[in-house]
């Protein structure tokens, strides 16, 4: 198989096949598109995640639950100080 790869993307497969944990660019190959396919599911199911609050927010709004922003806002900005000390 003939693929034209940057030179970082070269060094990286020959590291690889180097290291002896592929035996062959068809099995690195594979594998990196085994990886490839489960980051796809796990985007699609954080997409649907998203989706889901993002009906149950417009709902909610319809219903007059709504927040004070500026309140939500101290609230976030609250917990990642918290997190990132």
């Known amino acids: 198989m003939n693929l034209p790869l940057s030179p970082k993307l070269q060094e990286f497969t020959e590291h690889q096949l180097a290291s002896g944990k592929y035996s062959s660019l ?7 598109l085994q990886v490839l396919a489960e ?15 993002i009906l149950l927010g417009a ?20 917990r990642l100080r918290q997190r990132h000390s």
């Open 26 to 32: 068809d099995e690195l190959l594979i594998a990196g």
């Open 59 to 78: 709902v909610e709004a319809e219903q007059g639950e709504l927040l004070e922003a500026s309140t939500e806002i101290s609230s976030i900005r609250q």
């Open 39 to 53: 980051r796809e599911l796990i985007y699609q199911g954080r997409f649907e995640e998203l989706r889901q609050e």
